[in-house]
């Protein structure tokens, strides 16, 4: 009983906040119970809050991440009617750092690469990983 009132006092909880931030969604799948909470809180916010995601999942696929037809109608109805899209392109801001740390590991003399060559090469190996390389 008391998860229970704990759950609902967590559901209106959210439908009071005034902006609420869903990032990186659709990045792992979502369990079902997930997406009927999600849809719960999104059904308490419609029309009253505002709701912003960000996704790197273009929201034409949405629909088939969420799986589940019925209840993906229903979430998306609640997302994407009464909404502004804005669509982002261009190059990872992470990938934008990871280069400038390239360039400042190659921009440094002989002689401050060789006091520090652990870290030169952590650093190089790092930007490298971001780079997907």
Same mark, same amino acid.
């Given at each position: 009983m008391h998860a229970l009132s704990n759950r609902a006092g967590f559901f209106r909880s959210m439908a009071k906040i005034d902006l609420l931030v869903l990032d990186d969604f659709g990045l792992t799948p979502m369990a079902d119970t997930t997406q009927r909470d999600l849809l719960e809180i999104l059904d308490d916010r419609y029309a009253k809050k505002s709701t912003l995601i960000t996704s790197q999942l273009p929201v034409e696929?949405? !629909?088939?991440?969420?799986?589940? &037809?019925?209840? *993906? /109608?229903?979430?998306? =109805?609640?997302?994407?009617?009464?909404?502004?899209?804005?669509?982002?392109?261009?190059?990872?801001?992470?990938?934008?750092?990871?280069?400038?740390?390239?360039?400042?590991?190659?921009?440094?003399?002989? !002689?401050?690469?060789?006091?520090? &060559?652990?870290? *030169? /090469?952590?650093?190089? =190996?790092?930007?490298?990983?971001?780079?997907?390389?």
């Open positions: 696929q949405w !629909h088939a991440y969420l799986g589940d &037809p019925t209840l *993906a /109608d229903a979430i998306l =109805d609640r997302l994407v009617h009464n909404s502004y899209r804005l669509t982002l392109a261009g190059e990872s801001m992470r990938k934008r750092a990871a280069a400038k740390i390239t360039t400042t590991i190659s921009a440094k003399s002989k !002689h401050s690469l060789q006091c520090l &060559p652990q870290a *030169a /090469d952590i650093m190089k =190996d790092l930007a490298s990983r971001q780079l997907g390389h």
